[in-house]
């Protein structure tokens, strides 16, 4: 395994970590007396296999059910100084609230520190607010910090770049150590994230790169061709890690052998990595133009107004980009997914579909933007024809 230096934290990486969200008996949390055998069993077999392959990093959350419960009785058979521990506690506008879910989540784990802390889910201002404001969330977790109950603090963002820049620019209570970032191959609007956390010497793990990346694990025929000689989430898994700012990718493991794939991809020599990268990359491109006009499916992206600047709050920049990425590279049933929760699950997909379109009040709109009405309704509709 290698390892890469967590920013300021200065803790020693792996690049790939074991997300636990895909492991866990139930998203229901539940007594230990409950859960299945069979269920503990497994999840014992994969951090047996991540820890005994390097894999040190293993990350959890309060709100993933029984996972802290199940991973806590595992945990208790390892020295604590074989791994790093991360888990997440949403934000509340009673920081007091946060402090009392996290104890609680620290005895659920049997622990008696985590390494990395994260405020779960700055996806909007009113997040953010109780995560930064004075005396909120982040200054309980610096509070936390002095006691010894968590090396290093960081946050989860599902939501829009400038609410994560904001973020990440935030230096108040001492700013964040550490940010878990949506961004892959297919999503790349949050590299002004990456770039000011750099400039922030951040810690940067990308969460869910396969999951939320396309759902690779069951990847389309014509995705799998289009990224030979790897598979797509192998090239998936290069790409992010061919970003400099990138420390750690996670692995959502289900099964032992679900690591096997990516361990692959890190085997290859590193300039041998990057060059079939770019092939690949070059290949992408071609399919996509040809099927949208545009080498990148976002292409668009940052010329629409966003959500809530569009009458009905239709997310023009979700749908047609959901759109092109079922046309380019039969992400078909990605894209029917995400598109189905878009108004449903808003902190993670805000707006509204494009099934209830004012086309005289969306066209003013698209025309102060500079855009063609002609050229972007019928594209609309034919989205919600395909996704909805």
């Not at 309980?140 to 904001?166: E, M, N, P, W, Y």
């Not at 750690?248 to 990595?273: C, K, N, W, Y």
């Not at 379109?357 to 609309?380: F, N, V």
Request: proline share 6%; hydrophobic share 40%.
């Amino acid at each position: 395994m290698r390892y890469r230096r967590f920013g300021k934290t200065g803790l020693q990486m792996p690049q790939l970590s074991l997300g636990l969200m895909r492991s866990m008996h139930s998203w229901q949390d539940m007594p230990l007396a409950e859960i299945p055998a069979a269920s503990d069993q497994r999840l014992a077999a994969i951090v047996e296999r991540a820890l005994g392959l390097g894999i040190t990093h293993l990350e959890t959350a309060r709100g993933y059910g029984c996972s802290e419960h199940q991973l806590g009785r595992i945990l208790a058979d390892y020295r604590r100084d074989r791994y790093l521990l991360q888990t997440k506690i949403a934000p509340h506008a009673d920081p007091e609230r946060f402090t009392a879910e996290f104890h609680d989540s620290l005895a659920r784990l049997g622990a008696a520190y985590v390494d990395l802390l994260a405020i779960h889910g700055i996806n909007d201002h009113r997040s953010w607010w109780e995560a930064c404001r004075p005396g909120g969330c982040l200054a309980a977790a610096r509070r936390l910090q002095a006691a010894g109950k968590a090396r290093c603090i960081g946050f989860s963002g599902h939501g829009d770049t400038d609410v994560l820049l904001a973020a990440v620019r935030h230096r108040g209570d001492g700013g964040f150590d550490y940010i878990n970032l949506h961004w892959y191959y297919i999503f790349q609007q949050h590299r002004p994230v990456l770039e000011a956390a750099a400039e922030a010497e951040m810690g940067v793990f990308v969460i869910s790169p396969s999951d939320k990346g396309g759902m690779l694990q069951q990847p389309p025929d014509r995705l799998r061709e289009l990224c030979r000689p790897l598979h797509p989430m192998q090239f998936n898994d290069l790409f992010c890690l061919g970003r400099p700012e990138i420390h750690t990718i996670s692995v959502g493991a289900a099964r032992p052998e679900d690591f096997d794939l990516h361990l692959q991809a890190l085997a290859m020599p590193e300039a041998e990595a990057a060059a079939t990268v770019a092939t690949i990359d070059r290949r992408l491109g071609e399919a996509m133009r040809a099927a949208t006009g545009h080498r990148r499916p976002d292409a668009l992206w940052d010329r629409l107004p966003p959500w809530d600047r569009v009458p009905g709050h239709v997310n023009l920049r979700l749908i047609l980009w959901l759109a092109n990425l079922a046309r380019g590279w039969d992400l078909l049933a990605y894209a029917r997914g995400r598109y189905r929760k878009i108004g449903i699950e808003v902190p993670w997909v805000p707006g509204a579909p494009a099934d209830r379109i004012d086309d005289a009040a969306l066209g003013r709109c698209l025309e102060k933007h500079g855009l063609d009405p002609a050229a972007i309704l019928p594209r609309l509709r034919e989205a919600h024809r395909l996704l909805g």
